[in-house]
């Protein structure tokens, strides 16, 4: 999914060992679809040194996701889950934190299952949301230590970016669950001027400032990864303007420029 500081480094699944079994859910054999992880990471859980799990799928569509290979559910995921547990036991105590990203990871049923699993290795909990899901994500949110919840556009204005129609609705239900949950978090922003010019974008920011938003990243697009020629082939280098990005700072007792 867009809105995540980086790209997966993928394993391939012969790194990972293959000796364990499947989890029983339901008289069937069910686990998280991985589609590959990243064993260590500064810049996806802040303060923490972390490891991220991708999990396959996601429902949207944005132009700039940076891991497209990950929107679709494969009967076969490429990564077994209980592999990658694995692989993080033998991460206590170089790592702080297991991050749960995407794709979009509150589209997996096991997705709680998962955490959990994480969590009694001694691991903190991060997650990275489009915020497609606002039942699944209220319900994992008790066993979140960090989350980091994308904000694509003025809610009545996301199907322009996920190609999905009504997607602003779950969205905004998912930013109400994250504000009123008392978890630590960071609302962010993809932004690239074709799609968000510089007015809508300022007045997203009001929304959410007024909505009660504290910690809030404005994430200028970076074709890395990126499949659509025409976003690729537009420069973004003065976007936004400075003036912009100082009204924007001004709003948020954190606001976060990244730009590259």
């Known amino acids: 999914?867009?809105?995540?500081?980086?790209?997966?480094?993928?394993?391939?699944?012969?790194?990972?060992?293959?000796?364990?079994?499947?989890?029983?859910?339901a008289g069937r054999h069910r686990s998280l679809k991985v589609g590959g992880v990243t064993p260590f990471t500064a810049t996806d859980y802040p303060g923490q040194l972390a490891a991220v799990v991708f999990v396959q799928g996601c429902p949207w569509r944005c132009g700039y996701c940076h891991n497209p290979h990950l929107q679709a559910r494969t009967s076969d995921s490429p990564l077994r889950w209980q592999d990658v547990r694995a692989l993080l036991e033998?991460?206590?105590?170089?790592?702080?934190?297991?991050?749960?990203?995407?794709?979009?990871?509150?589209?997996?049923?096991?997705?709680?299952?998962?955490?959990?699993?994480?969590?009694a290795l001694g691991f903190k909990i991060g997650l990275h949301s489009g915020g497609t899901h606002p039942d699944r994500l209220?319900?994992?949110?008790?066993?979140?230590?960090?989350?980091?919840?994308?904000?694509?556009?003025?809610?009545?204005?996301?199907e322009r970016i996920t190609r999905i129609r009504d997607s602003g609705v779950p969205a905004l239900a998912c930013l109400k669950?994250?504000?009123?949950?008392?978890?630590?978090?960071?609302?962010?922003?993809?932004?690239?001027?074709?799609?968000?010019?510089?007015g809508e974008l300022?007045?997203?920011?009001?929304?959410?400032?007024?909505?009660?938003?504290?910690?809030?990243?404005?994430?200028?697009?970076?074709?890395?990864?990126?499949?659509?020629?025409?976003l690729n082939t537009r420069s973004v280098r003065d976007y936004p303007s400075a003036a912009?990005?100082?009204?924007?700072?001004?709003?948020?007792?954190?606001?976060?420029?990244r730009k590259t």
């Open 244 to 257: 912009l990005v100082e009204r924007l700072s001004g709003m948020f007792p954190v606001f976060t420029l």
């Open 138 to 158: 209220r319900s994992v949110l008790p066993m979140l230590d960090w989350i980091g919840l994308d904000i694509k556009a003025g809610f009545a204005d996301y």
């Open 1 to 25: 999914m867009a809105g995540k500081t980086q790209r997966p480094s993928l394993l391939p699944e012969a790194t990972l060992p293959q000796h364990s079994s499947p989890v029983v859910m």
């Open 177 to 198: 669950e994250v504000l009123a949950s008392g978890v630590a978090y960071e609302c962010r922003t993809t932004a690239h001027p074709d799609l968000l010019p510089e």
């Open 90 to 119: 033998r991460r206590i105590g170089l790592i702080d934190a297991v991050v749960f990203s995407g794709g979009e990871p509150t589209m997996d049923p096991c997705l709680a299952e998962a955490i959990l699993e994480a969590r």
């Open 202 to 230: 300022e007045a997203l920011a009001v929304k959410l400032a007024n909505m009660g938003v504290k910690n809030y990243a404005l994430q200028v697009f970076r074709a890395v990864g990126c499949n659509d020629e025409a």
